[in-house]
């Protein structure tokens, strides 16, 4: 599975930190590049691009907090942003919602929470039945 990383300049820190604890996996790497100030919302579409390109199957986002790039990212139709702040919701995410983007806050968590945030996520199962056709309709017009 290719994961793709990008964070803005808050979650710049921590995305290094990822990037560098999971080497082996060759983490496509979306950007920011540095700790100059960017905006999240461009971080977002970016990582939306390269999904629905194909150009990776999973996404990993990170903001200062979390919340203004998971909104972003989850204004685009097939996106399933979550933001995962304990193990019990990181299994949730993906037995329940099926998540495509994993979302972090790199001023409000520590790296060694979102590693095994990370962990939990990838070695649960998406559970379909009854919670496909909720998925579905997230992307029904309105
Ligand atoms: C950037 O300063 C900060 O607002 C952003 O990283 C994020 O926390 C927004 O939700």
Excluded at 6 to 26: I, M, R, T, V
Excluded at 126 to 135: A, D, N, P, S, T
Aim: include cysteine.
């Amino acid at each position: 599975m290719k994961i793709a990383i990008a964070s803005d300049h808050g979650g710049f820190e921590l995305k290094e930190a990822l990037k560098k604890h999971y080497q082996s996996w060759n983490l496509l790497d979306l950007g920011t590049y540095s700790a100059d100030s960017v905006d999240y919302p461009d971080i977002a579409r970016q990582m939306v691009q390269t999904l629905r390109a194909k150009e990776a199957d999973l996404g990993i986002l990170i903001c200062g907090t979390g919340i203004g790039i998971s909104i972003a990212a989850n204004r685009y139709k097939g996106i399933r942003a979550a933001l995962l702040y304990s193990q019990d919701v990181a299994r949730l995410a993906k037995q329940h919602n099926n998540a495509n983007i994993l979302v972090f806050g790199g001023r409000t968590m520590s790296v060694d929470e979102v590693i095994k945030y990370i962990d939990v996520f990838l070695t649960t199962t998406y559970e379909g039945g009854r919670h496909q056709k909720r998925l579905e309709k997230l992307d029904a017009s309105e």
